[in-house]
């Protein structure tokens, strides 16, 4: 972390996401007995929600199952852009799956953005939907990266893709070159979500919060029993559908090592200088995003970026800070009344898996969205409603889950790269975390419990205790700390007891301890 913050006090204590804070979040209550549907969504984002929205509307009886709260994963912490322009992608499409492909990408993910758009103005709703144009710019005198953005440029004339070179940006920033991709568009994507909640619920649909969905299935004959994860309520249906960020069903699939999380981290700022809109990404490192928003009359700007894979021990901070530093010489800050952060899973090839987990199970998956979810998300959703009902859908191939067992590059790509591979499986550690019922006597780690990373030690008999690990400091999460039993900050050297209180500071207020249900 840098040792001389440029904005200290700029930065809010803790984070907090702009979305989940301007919205009212809906409640649901949990699973309480035994539970007959058509379609088992598992996973409260907008691949769920938006799944449960089209297959009520068709006519099915739909059960919406969420670990924790409705908005509280990657969805609730996005920068929310919707848009065809995924970062420097179609250059590698096009060398990897050949232009046909590459095209079905643009293809699949522009009807998804035309699609929320649709539905927003059909539902009237009022989400802050704005028609603006994406840029991808390469900055001044980074030549590998111009090059790189030159070849990704030549793609799109190579695939029909209606972007435009533009050697200068409106905003005060050096820049070589940049892509210009017109018609793509921003919103807030809870407010346009409740919308959808809405219908669901008015047709029919049932919405369970807290109702953790373990990995067994059963399978009998054209029937699925999912279980809650302590074994305790069922849930018998015909489809089953995994929204929930990691596969909660691996079948097999082996998709710890297919995949690994990368985190990225977002300031809100009220701008000293006038931000003249449109959508901003960096093509080089570290990654830098900006979009608008609307806050209490006032305009606010999203700042995103310093993207990193997902691991322990990482002073996170030190990225606010970075983001800080750059929003503060680009456009001067007034202040920041929100931070936050989020993580989302990157496949082998770069796009998502998205439909059934086999041929001969009614089990569907979507993942790996790469911090794109907001269309790939709702194309997920389109797809997999299309495979429930039968309906063909020209996307299926290339989004199918199981083509890397047919791509000979994609194997190679594992063997030949023993680190990379290396830091796929390590990443299950950070995807797939311990319940409390795997800790052993004098053992503490981070599990998943009520849809949310929390802090766990069992200690020698036997009793479980559980804390919130974020800092009471600043706000960045704790590690556990196997030799002295206590959970550690990496950021600012703050150190609590396993039960939460203070050790070491600069905090001086405990962790906060939560109930462990045992």
């Known amino acids: 972390m840098n040792s001389t913050p440029q904005f200290p006090q700029s930065l809010p204590q803790f984070p907090q996401s702009f979305w989940r804070a301007s919205s009212e979040i809906p409640s649901f209550?949990?699973?309480?007995?035994?539970?007959?549907?058509?379609?088992?969504?598992?996973?409260?984002?907008?691949?769920?929600?938006?799944?449960?929205?089209?297959?009520?509307?068709?006519?099915?009886?739909?059960?919406?199952?969420?670990?924790?709260?409705?908005?509280?994963?990657?969805?609730?912490?996005?920068?929310?852009?919707?848009?065809?322009?995924?970062?420097?992608?179609?250059?590698?499409?096009?060398?990897?799956?050949?232009?046909?492909?590459?095209?079905?990408?643009?293809?699949?993910?522009?009807?998804?953005?035309?699609?929320?758009?649709?539905?927003?103005?059909?539902?009237?709703?009022?989400?802050?939907?704005?028609?603006?144009?994406?840029?991808?710019?390469?900055?001044?005198?980074?030549?590998?990266?111009?090059?790189?953005?030159?070849a990704e440029f030549e793609a799109y004339g190579k695939i029909g893709l209606p972007g435009e070179w533009k050697d200068h940006i409106s905003l005060p920033l050096r820049v070589d070159g940049a892509i210009k991709l017109p018609g793509q568009a921003r919103f807030h994507p809870l407010h346009y979500l409740k919308g959808l909640l809405d219908v669901i619920v008015d047709k029919g649909g049932m919405i369970y919060e807290h109702t953790m969905i373990g990995e067994q299935v059963d399978k009998d004959g054209g029937m699925l029993t999912l279980h809650t994860e302590q074994g305790k309520l069922t849930i018998s249906c015909r489809h089953a559908v995994s929204a929930s960020h990691f596969p909660f069903y691996d079948g097999g699939a082996l998709y710890f090592s297919r995949l690994h999380a990368e985190r990225s981290y977002c300031l809100a700022i009220e701008p000293e200088t006038d931000y003249e809109g449109g959508m901003y990404l960096s093509a080089g490192t570290?990654?830098?995003?900006?979009?608008?928003?609307?806050?209490?009359?006032?305009?606010?700007?999203?700042?995103?970026?310093?993207?990193?894979?997902?691991?322990?021990?990482?002073?996170?901070?030190?990225?606010?800070?970075?983001?800080?530093?750059?929003?503060?010489?680009?456009?001067?800050?007034?202040?920041?009344?929100?931070?936050?952060?989020?993580?989302?899973?990157?496949?082998?090839?770069?796009?998502?898996?998205?439909?059934?987990?086999?041929?001969?199970?009614?089990?569907?998956?979507?993942?790996?969205?790469?911090?794109?979810?907001?269309?790939?998300?709702?194309?997920?959703?389109?797809?997999?409603?299309?495979?429930?009902?039968?309906?063909?859908?020209?996307?299926?191939?290339?989004?199918?889950?199981s083509r890397f067992k047919a791509r000979p590059s994609i194997k190679n790509f594992i063997v030949q790269n023993a680190n990379v591979a290396k830091e796929l499986v390590a990443g299950k550690v950070e995807i797939i975390h311990k319940k409390t019922h795997d800790l052993k006597q004098d053992q503490g780690a981070v599990v998943f419990h009520d849809g949310k990373r929390v802090g766990a030690y069992?200690?020698?008999?036997?009793?479980?205790?559980?804390?919130?690990?974020?800092?009471?400091?600043?706000?960045?999460?704790?590690?556990?700390?196997?030799?002295?039993?206590?959970?550690?900050?990496?950021?600012?050297?703050?150190?609590?007891?396993?039960e939460g209180e203070v050790l070491e500071g600069p905090a001086t207020l405990p962790l906060t301890r939560l109930e462990s249900g045992e």
């Open 286 to 401: 570290p990654a830098r995003s900006l979009r608008a928003v609307e806050w209490n009359g006032k305009k606010l700007v999203i700042v995103g970026g310093d993207n990193h894979k997902t691991g322990q021990g990482i002073c996170t901070f030190g990225h606010y800070e970075n983001l800080e530093k750059f929003a503060g010489e680009l456009l001067g800050i007034r202040g920041i009344p929100f931070r936050w952060s989020t993580q989302d899973l990157v496949t082998l090839d770069r796009v998502p898996y998205i439909g059934k987990t086999a041929e001969d199970e009614e089990i569907y998956i979507a993942t790996g969205f790469r911090k794109w979810g907001m269309t790939t998300g709702t194309l997920a959703a389109r797809l997999i409603a299309d495979g429930i009902q039968r309906h063909s859908n020209p996307y299926t191939e290339l989004y199918d889950p």
């Open 29 to 150: 209550p949990p699973l309480a007995e035994n539970h007959d549907t058509d379609v088992a969504i598992v996973g409260g984002g907008i691949t769920g929600i938006t799944t449960a929205y089209l297959l009520t509307k068709a006519g099915y009886k739909v059960t919406l199952l969420e670990a924790g709260e409705l908005f509280a994963g990657t969805t609730g912490f996005t920068t929310a852009k919707i848009t065809a322009q995924h970062g420097m992608i179609y250059h590698d499409l096009v060398k990897d799956f050949g232009e046909d492909a590459a095209r079905l990408y643009f293809q699949s993910n522009s009807e998804a953005l035309e699609w929320i758009i649709q539905t927003a103005q059909e539902l009237n709703l009022s989400c802050g939907l704005t028609r603006e144009a994406a840029y991808l710019y390469a900055d001044k005198d980074d030549e590998k990266t111009l090059k790189q953005l030159e």
């Open 458 to 498: 069992r200690d020698p008999e036997g009793h479980l205790h559980l804390v919130d690990r974020t800092c009471t400091h600043m706000g960045c999460e704790t590690e556990w700390n196997e030799g002295e039993r206590s959970w550690d900050c990496p950021c600012h050297g703050s150190r609590y007891s396993f």
